[in-house]
């Protein structure tokens, strides 16, 4: 799995980072980083960024296709 993160979408509001902790954080401009794409499950990943209000974070197969958002 792929992940983009799109910090200018990104509004702070965290919730990716209580699913997947160990995947995205919060810096201090209150904007999400990537940590590490492999350290959280691939669920959790995807729970992650389904909970992101703005959509700001993508998920993409290793292949390349889109997994989340599908539009
Ligand atoms: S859930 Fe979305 S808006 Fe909130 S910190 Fe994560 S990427 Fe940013």
Redesign the pocket.
Known sequence: MKIV??RD?????????LFAPKT?K?DKE???ILLDENANSNEEILQ?AQ???????EIYSDEGQKIYPKN
């Open positions: 993160i799109l979408k990104c509004v702070g509001a965290g919730s990716c980072v995205f919060l209150g904007k999400v992650g909970s992101c209000p703005v959509n700001a974070i």
